[in-house]
């Protein structure tokens, strides 16, 4: 899965990509007067022709497309049209009949203004037939494939046939725009099918990513990214979405719709049937910004719905959205581009709720000196208290106003003192860039070892020293509650804490769409000991909460040569223990 191949291709430029900006666009884009959730409601357009005219009556540019991806700072762009609710409409000239094509080509216009500005351009793949007849119109032309196949038993609208034709497709894109970066995938959710047709994409062409809309643990072998799309997930706070995903960090997207629907159908009216789900409740600016730092905060890309309408143009309220974020980004883009989602296995301060009210995120620069807290809910006060995690801070200061912070350190927490919160106010993130020490006030992992009485043999104890996040420790005791772990110092040392990374195996709240139980420890107790024998009374007891990335456990500094670490119970109420790794922290 982690082939030298698939290393390449994320790291040419999907890796950092940070933003995305993805764009439906085809025959149901119009203003819609009736609902046009009704099935029978006819789309804006019934024939290419009226849609191609429609475009160049609105002025159509693919420069407009680009200069809002500009000013996102998005390093993609990825073309819905050729989906089942635009019509499976190609905006190029096509040799591969099945449904309707251009004949202005849109594509290549927009690829060559996206590469005038270092901007990758992705293909949708729509899996299925599912809309082949959509709103009286029946938009797959089976007798037209079947004659071009020399195959008359082949059936686009069905399955298996609609698999060979989109396959077709891609083949042409490749072969006449050897540019396209990548293809993002919608409905391959068999496996065995995605990963055959995603091998074959890339005997053909090795350099092109792979992007698959997965609700699963993780990708197949040939799938480069996961897309975690918004649907069915329950997030805690509401703009966390990473916290409604059970997968780990690096590799994958959120994709979302920003504003309305995914595809323009005008402003919306109340007697739509999707009104209220797409139309009456849309978030302000501010909480989209929470939402695309949520997902940096995972070292994942944010990849945005826009909805353009016929001429390319935006909505005002999406176009007021994009200055809001062009603003933001004027002071904040160093703590989203260049850094990696803090709390993982990449180093960084602990994320989520932190004391009084507050939450947030963090980042970190890839040479690990500079840190980035994000504080999206400000706590009470003006003083923010947070876990250090073993650093030792040098220097903070407000990135925004340039203002220098009061910083203390005190028994592994850290308060930062912040005259004001006034960007998390009017941008909807206040970030707090901390300058670390070289060196931390954490054991030397090679000065540690690990045991456990019940392991699994494929994820044993010692793994918790490997900050891999795909190794991992777990309890081989599938239902027997309390658990532990041991540590073993190389010398006596004195201890005072624990950092806890746990895997991302279910989210944080119950009840979502094909959503796993969380199984992350709960009630936990924390002996030390001097000789390995005598553990004595507990020194730290206590709940972990239900959130993402590491957690500390702290307690008064003791002197010990070992430490256990006793889970009593889980989150989701299964009976499975397990870390990705274990870090102790020293005085």
């Known amino acids: 899965m982690h082939s030298s191949a698939r290393e390449a291709r994320l790291q040419a430029w999907y890796r950092d990509a940070r933003i995305g900006l993805f764009l439906h666009w085809g025959m149901r884009t119009g203003d819609y007067d009736r609902d046009p959730f009704d099935p029978g409601t006819p789309y804006a357009y019934e024939t290419v022709e009226a849609f191609e005219q429609a475009a160049a009556d609105h002025g159509w540019s693919a420069q407009r497309w680009v200069s809002t991806a500009v000013r996102l700072r998005a390093k993609y762009i990825t073309l819905a049209t050729f989906h089942c609710d635009m019509g499976y409409l190609k905006i190029w000239p096509s040799d591969v009949p099945g449904s309707a094509c251009t004949k202005r080509d849109y594509l290549r216009e927009i690829i060559d203004a996206a590469a005038a500005e270092d901007i990758r351009i992705i293909i949708y793949i729509n899996r299925d037939a599912k809309h082949a007849l959509h709103h009286g119109v029946q938009w797959l032309d089976r007798e037209a494939y079947r004659a071009h196949k020399g195959d008359g038993d082949i059936d686009i609208t069905a399955r298996d046939g609609y698999l060979d034709y989109s396959k077709d497709v891609i083949a042409e894109l490749m072969e006449r ?4 970066a990548g293809f993002w ?8 099918e995605a990963q055959d047709a995603f091998a074959w994409i890339h005997a053909i062409r090795d350099d092109v990513v792979l992007i698959n809309n997965d609700f699963s643990h993780g990708p197949v072998a040939d799938e480069d990214a996961m897309a975690l799309e918004d649907f069915g997930k329950l997030c805690s706070p509401e703009y966390d979405y990473a916290s409604g995903t059970w997968t780990g960090p690096h590799d994958k997207e959120f994709a979302f719709k920003m504003k309305w629907d995914w595809f323009y159908l005008g402003e919306g009216k109340p007697d739509w049937g999707a009104y209220e789900l797409n139309y009456a ?6 909480e989209f910004v929470k939402r695309i730092v949520t997902i940096a905060g995972s070292s994942w890309n944010a990849h945005l719905g826009y909805g353009p309408k016929i001429g390319g143009d935006f909505p005002d309220l999406v176009e007021r959205f994009t200055a809001h974020f062009e603003r933001y980004l004027s002071w904040a883009s160093e703590s989203i581009y260049g850094t990696y989602g803090g709390g993982y296995d990449k180093g960084g301060f602990p994320p989520g709720h932190w004391a009084d009210g507050a939450y947030g995120v963090t980042t970190v620069s890839t040479d690990g000196r500079a840190h980035y807290i994000h504080v999206l809910t400000p706590p009470e006060g003006s003083e923010l208290r947070l876990p250090d995690a073993g650093y030792i801070v040098e220097g903070a200061v407000d990135l925004k106003s340039g203002d220098l ?7 592994g927490w850290l308060t930062l003192s912040v005259p004001s919160w006034s960007a998390a106010a009017e941008d909807g993130d206040t970030v707090l860039k901390l300058t670390v020490a070289a060196e931390t006030r954490l054991v030397p992992r090679h000065e540690l070892t690990a045991s456990c009485r019940w392991e699994m043999p494929y994820a044993p104890a010692s793994n918790v020293l490997d900050p891999h996040y795909d190794r991992w420790f777990k309890g081989a005791g599938a239902t ?4 532990s772990i041991d ?4 010398a006596a040392t004195e201890v005072r804490g624990l950092v806890l990374l746990q895997p991302e195996s279910g989210a944080v709240q119950n009840g979502g769409y094909a959503a796993p139980l969380s199984e992350r420890i709960k009630a936990y107790e924390v002996y030390v000991s001097e000789d390995g024998a005598d553990w004595g009374e507990p020194v730290a007891t206590g709940e972990l909460r239900n959130q993402r990335g590491k957690q500390a456990i702290l307690f008064p500094p003791v002197l010990a040569s070992c430490i256990r670490l ?3 119970n889980n989150h989701g109420g299964t009976g499975t223990f397990q870390l990705i790794y274990a870090d102790v922290l020293k005085r």
């Open 185 to 192: 995938f919608d409905g391959y959710h068999d496996k065995l």
């Open 281 to 286: 409740n849309v978030a302000d600016d501010r």
């Open 566 to 568: 006793t889970a009593k």
């Open 177 to 180: 725009y050897p540019e396209i």
């Open 487 to 490: 540590f073993k110092l190389a």
């Open 405 to 411: 912070l009061v910083v203390a350190q005190e028994e």
């Open 480 to 483: 027997v509650w309390p658990q």
